[in-house]
């Protein structure tokens, strides 16, 4: 099943269901991120509400964090909090996973204040941000800055190793990339070495 929402082929996904002997969570939550890869979102939600709780299967956590994922992807951020409030009121708190996605979804659309929002209550509740969440940050602050405005990204490159987190190809990808569009070569190369 997994290789098949791997490969775009939810539909060939979904018939191997009523073959499964034992249906657990892990199954409809594969084949939720399938449909949401597929861009599918309805019929993720289908799942949710119609054939989970039809045959007596709870959401978990990653049930959540994949409609998010989905919400996310497709620009529905109204729709996300609400769907965070309800997973909260189902007794599912965020984890890093669901700031990531939050994080990364406010970034594609250049909502920065509600990305300091989420900061502010991750650092409340003790839950620091990983790789791809500092990415998703320091990739949107990179976004058309001048030389002198590379302070902030590089502010949140530095909380980023602060905090212990591994920076990757894709951090220092990006900050080379705004230094060299900003004409800022020498500070590209000490990012680059």
Request: proline share 1%; hydrophobic share 40%.
């Amino acid at each position: 099943m997994h290789g098949l929402c791997e490969s775009s082929q939810a539909d060939k996904a979904r018939a191997l269901l009523s073959k499964v002997v034992s249906l657990n969570v892990v199954h409809f939550n594969m084949l939720m991120d399938g449909y949401v890869a597929s861009g599918r979102l309805d019929e993720a939600w289908d799942f949710l509400w119609n054939i989970m709780s039809k045959v007596g299967c709870k959401s978990d956590i990653f049930t959540y964090n994949v409609l998010i994922h989905g919400l996310c992807k497709g620009g529905y951020l109204g729709s996300t909090l609400e769907l965070v409030n309800e997973m909260i009121d189902m007794g599912y708190n965020p984890n890093v996973f669901t700031y990531t996605i939050l994080i990364n979804g406010y970034c594609k659309e250049g909502q920065l204040e509600e990305d300091g929002s989420i900061l502010n209550e991750m650092s409340y509740k003790g839950i620091s941000l990983n790789t791809v969440g500092y990415n998703s940050l320091t990739s949107t602050l990179c976004k058309n800055r001048k030389v002198n405005e590379m302070e902030e990204p590089l502010t949140v490159y530095h909380d980023m190793l602060v905090e212990g987190v591994v920076a990757n190809t894709v951090t220092y990808n990006t900050l080379i990339h705004a230094f060299l569009w900003t004409g800022a070569i020498q500070e590209a190369l000490k990012q680059a070495c």
